[in-house]
């Protein structure tokens, strides 16, 4: 099932380059269907959603904005077992996230000087909520909830109709969870440009965060200016460390979790114990049976997956940093000795017990994470992602005196002499 091959300093990196081909550049098509879209909900607003809504849907949903009578219902209509879990997630994600409050600052200096940082949430956030055969109400929380505690004033969800024109009722319920204000029954790249640019019902927004396919990526990307974005997301990804002391169930599960996602998704297990790549796959064919997305994790696995046999354990933590990859489970003896050695992962999961599905729904660490090796530079999705921050500074008289001549030598080296200016005048 997983081809099997030995590091050498070639074949590995052979594989890896593979890689980059699933995601590629975005389709040329794409761009211009999207770009036309987009210009056109810029310029027509509602009407434009609406057209696109019926255009690739089929038919208008029942009310373009979800009532809040309807989110209540659907609240107090859900099964208590599944809202019983989604407060207990939430209670994780939150205790997690609140650690990353930031704190503004005064800095008063002695000849009077003051400088200083504002912290402040974003005004107003629009979140992308998948809505058919891929909704993920983990992704409202995920979301809405580092949000909240940034202090973001609004949360405006979009989300598409299931194909009677209702809305999801899974995700209407983490929503109501999650305190978001206000929710729209709009998906595809029409409901990121209306988010952007604003319609006459849809409130423009400062960010939009949110999973999405192909044609809502691409709108991310070509409005990123406009508004913000979370990140440009590429296909899923998992890559499991493991020694002779895993276990070959555990890895072979791990592996096909993310494997489900996507034909595009990508598993790789690193290992020291070539007896431990033979088991996993095994056991790989073995528990595959049994699964709902099978042909899926197969083509997944066939095209984008590998077993890398490791001379040494420092061998696989070179070639799991040149890798970044989204999710890293560390299945090695001592797990926990590898935190400061592992530096390009979106998320790290330690020892037997920390399957990966443990952080896409309940630890607490959000499952918004880089992908395609851009773990190297980005992070994930966190309270800083909708923070912004101003500085301030106030100057005395004297103060500005003693700092003028080097003010002004530096502006006059640049040759910009109308800022050498601003600082003279007020000595003359």
Do not use: W
Not at 84 to 109: P, S, V, Y
């Amino acid at each position: 099932m997983l081809k099997k091959i030995f590091a050498n300093g070639n074949d590995e990196f052979d594989f890896l380059e593979s890689l980059k081909k699933r995601s590629g550049e975005t389709d040329k098509q794409v761009t211009q269907i999207v770009n036309e879209i987009i210009d056109n909900v810029k310029a027509h607003g509602d009407k434009a959603v609406n057209d696109y809504t019926l255009k690739f849907d089929g038919s208008l949903p029942e009310y373009y904005e979800v009532p809040q009578d309807v989110i209540n219902d659907a609240l107090e209509e859900a099964d208590e077992n599944y809202v019983n879990a989604l407060l207990n997630a939430m209670e994780n994600i939150a205790d997690f996230h609140n650690r990353q409050r930031q704190q503004g600052f005064t800095d008063c200096k002695e000849n009077g000087v003051m400088l200083g940082q504002r912290v402040r949430g974003l005004e107003r956030v629009g979140l992308y909520v998948p809505g058919g055969t891929a909704a993920y109400p983990s992704s409202v929380l995920m979301n809405a909830i580092p949000a909240k505690i940034a202090g973001v004033k609004e949360i405006i969800m979009v989300t598409p109709p299931l194909k009677d024109g209702t809305p999801n009722k899974d995700i209407l319920v983490a929503a109501a969870v999650c305190g978001v204000d206000r929710v729209f029954l709009t998906g595809g790249a029409q409901a990121i440009a209306a988010l952007a640019y604003g319609t006459e019902s849809i409130p423009k927004v400062d960010k939009i965060v949110g999973p999405g396919n192909i044609f809502v990526a691409t709108a991310k990307k070509l409005l990123y200016g406009q508004v913000d974005i979370d990140m440009i997301a590429g296909p899923s990804e998992i890559l499991v460390m493991a020694d002779e002391t895993a276990d070959p169930k555990f890895i072979a599960a791990d592996l096909m979790s993310q494997a489900e996602h996507d034909k595009l998704a990508s598993a790789i297990l690193l290992t020291t114990s070539e007896e431990i790549a033979d088991k996993v796959n095994e056991e790989i064919k073995r528990q595959i049976q049994y699964l709902s997305r099978k042909e899926i994790i197969e083509n997944s696995l066939t095209n984008y997956g590998v077993m890398i046999v490791c001379d040494c354990p420092h061998c696989a933590v070179e070639l799991a940093n040149a890798i970044a990859p989204e999710h890293l489970e560390v299945l090695m003896k001592n797990a926990t000795e590898y935190i400061g050695k592992l530096d390009n992962a979106g998320s790290v999961f330690l020892g037997q017990y920390a399957s990966e599905p443990l952080g896409d729904y309940y630890a607490g660490p959000n499952h918004v994470l880089p992908t395609s090796g851009t773990a190297r530079f980005f992070s994930p999705l966190s309270v800083a992602s909708f923070i912004k921050r101003s500085s301030y500074i106030y100057y005395t008289e004297e103060a500005l005196r003693e700092a003028k001549d080097d003010i002004v030598l530096i502006a006059e080296k640049e040759g910009l002499t109308a800022h050498a200016n601003a600082i003279k005048v007020r000595f003359e």
